[in-house]
């Protein structure tokens, strides 16, 4: 049978999908479905690791039977994930030891601000390019085993398994076959040197974790394992690419060569800029991290991220109920010139980059009688916009000199009225691509790559098309003002 169809799984924050490639690139069929969130208290984020895999399971089910090809026809399945969740499973049963703590949880804020650890703050950021955050899966490992009755021993001895998403549906796919990662995953965990490309024994040290637990290591282009007949999947296909969820947002934007950026709106917002073999480390709160050529070796990018933005959307629409769904929120706003000089700062886990401030906490200012849930609403959708200002003119600064086009992903890029503000805040071009989900499509082009299926890196530039390009459009004295305002009520969050 003639295989020429790639799966691509996209696990991210909220919901999981699945998209099959044909052979010419584009999207033949797909399938979405969101899953629990859950907060025990308040600044604690968990999803169920199981009902992530049931969600990856009915996904894949659901673009096959929509494509009404034969499954024998998948050549390789390509993963993209959200990156920091960590989870442990033990290894005989595959059953998860907790739930799994995401990436936006702030639990492991002690740990950071212990002084027994911000101490080795320099040296983490020399060996991970990371800084000493809750964010990232280090803290969140060493919570677990100090925290769930038990593991610290099954640990020690080996019995169970720590992984990122990626890992964690790679072992389910292959029945337990394979624990692997990849370079862009790994450089996410505070674990990994990333001169050297090894799980680093001082850094274990550290954080007192055993490194039996911790997966293999490969590139993101290459063989990580093979399914089993499982749930409507034959046995036998390769796992060909396994990026994380940004760094396949900047491979399917085609941003191979140092010097190339994107920023992926989706629950949170990351810019990356690629800055090839050179590890460039930051002066203004960006991270330094491994992303991947178009042949899946691993070449060096800087990173901002900002934990809440599309997830200011939801929050709108599931908190306050203003909105029905997340595609309302342009329209509630028709009309409105401005938001009457209310500033929403939607610190809900705290602030990201260029800040760190895991203590921030969001607000709401500039409220008067005059103001209304439109301003609340449009307030809201601004400051995704200004949170990657903040981002945008770090980089800049970094980088030595003027970025004129920002290429841009994911869901909440197809809001007209925020393309429209980021290009007004940031003074320059956002262009915007025909296919937003490119995280599914950059990964798709790697596993590919790797069967030899398609050759080269121009196939991806070949297929990218420009649905948009947003220009500046109001003055840099206004622009100036609005960011002044936001800076004001950022500095009130931190207080």
Request: glycine share 8%.
């Amino acid at each position: 049978m003639n295989k020429k169809y790639i799966l691509s799984i996209d696990q991210g924050t909220t919901g999981s999908r699945a998209f099959l490639f044909d052979a010419s690139g584009k999207v033949f069929a797909s399938a979405y479905q969101e899953f629990k969130q859950y907060f025990p208290k308040p600044g604690w984020v968990e999803h169920d690791a199981e009902e992530i895999w049931l969600s990856c399971v009915a996904v894949i089910q659901k673009a096959i039977v929509k494509s009404k090809i034969h499954p024998e026809e998948i050549a390789a399945i390509g993963i993209t994930n959200q990156r920091e969740t960590t989870v442990i499973w033990d290894r005989k049963t595959s059953k998860p030891v907790y739930h799994a703590i995401v990436w936006q949880c702030r639990r492991t804020t002690p740990i950071c601000e212990d002084p027994e650890y911000k101490k080795f703050e320099p040296l983490l950021r020399e060996k991970t390019g990371l800084v000493l955050d809750p964010y990232f899966s280090g803290t969140k490992i060493k919570w677990l085993l100090e925290h769930v009755p038990g593991l610290r021993r099954k640990a020690d001895r080996g019995t169970v398994a720590f992984g990122t998403i990626d890992s964690w549906l790679i072992w389910k796919l292959t029945g337990g076959q394979s624990h692997v990662t990849d370079f862009t995953n790994a450089s996410r965990t505070l674990l990994l040197n990333i001169k050297t490309k090894k799980w680093d024994p001082k850094l274990l040290r550290i954080f007192d974790i055993p490194k039996k637990i911790l997966p293999k290591l490969q590139k993101s282009g290459s063989i990580f394992g093979r399914t089993i007949d499982i749930k409507g999947l034959p046995s036998g296909i390769p796992i060909a690419a396994v990026m994380g969820d940004q760094q396949a947002a900047l491979y399917g934007q085609g941003c191979y060569d140092s010097g190339t950026s994107k920023n992926t709106y989706g629950t949170g917002c990351f810019m990356m800029l690629n800055t090839g073999k050179k590890r460039v480390y930051s002066k203004h709160g960006l991270l330094t991290t491994l992303a991947c050529d178009f042949r899946g070796e691993a070449v060096y990018a800087l990173e901002g991220a900002v934990f809440i933005a599309g997830a200011v959307v939801q929050w709108l629409r599931d908190g306050l109920k203003v909105i029905k769904k997340s595609s309302d929120s342009e329209f509630a706003i028709r009309g409105l010139k401005n938001t009457g000089g209310v500033y929403v700062v939607p610190a809900f886990v705290g602030l990201g980059a260029p800040y760190w401030a895991s203590e921030a906490r969001g607000l709401i200012t500039g409220i008067t009688r005059g103001t209304t849930l439109q301003h609340i609403i449009r307030a809201s959708l601004e400051a995704i916009a200004y949170q990657s200002k903040d981002v945008f003119d770090a980089m800049r600064k970094e980088f030595g000199h003027h970025i004129r086009e920002l290429k841009v992903d994911g869901g909440a890029c197809k809001n007209n009225f925020l393309m429209q503000f980021q290009a007004d805040v940031l003074g320059a071009e956002i262009i915007r691509p025909a296919v937003v989900e490119l995280t599914a499509q950059g990964v798709a082009h790697l596993a590919a790559v790797t069967m030899n299926l398609w050759g080269s890196a121009t196939e991806v530039k070949k297929r990218y098309r420009i649905d948009k390009v947003f220009h500046p459009a109001i003055s840099v004295k206004k622009r100036g003002e609005l960011y002044r305002g936001w800076q004001k009520a950022v500095q009130r969050a931190m207080l």
